[in-house]
Nanobody, 125 residues
């Protein structure tokens, strides 16, 4: 089992920045591919960014909508998402995700093994 707890969400003006964190506990964190997904009201949960396991070299992947604005990173126990130049369309609940194997732009939310509880990000115009 892996437990994931997100933090760092909030309200920010368009053009601003936020940094999300996800604290992991349970099984060795380094063996899992990790990612961030988001879900806006009335929409399906969608992929945002991912990073491969530490054992696999930490390759990163981004949705086209956030490429160049968001940066995903990890250390031994935490996953991060630095979000810059935020837009109103980035407003959503952001979820931390973990999976053995791969998390990338093609990963369907149904394939994720572990989820955090989510943190709200609201970007005002």
């Amino acid at each position: 089992q892996v437990q994931l707890v997100e933090s760092g969400g909030g309200l920010v003006q368009a053009g601003g920045s936020l940094r999300l964190s996800c604290a992991a506990s349970g099984r060795p964190f380094s063996r899992y591919a990790m990612g961030w997904f988001r879900q806006a009201p009335g929409k399906e949960r969608e992929f945002v960014a991912a990073i491969s396991s530490s054992w696999s070299g930490g390759d990163t992947y981004y949705a086209d909508s956030v490429k160049g604005r968001f940066t995903i990173s990890r250390d031994n126990v935490n996953l991060y998402l630095q979000m810059n130049k935020l837009k109103p369309e980035d407003t959503a609940v952001y979820y931390c995700a973990a999976r053995t194997g791969v998390v990338d732009t093609n990963t369907h939310p149904g394939a994720v093994e572990y989820w955090g509880q989510g943190t709200q990000v609201t970007v005002s115009s």
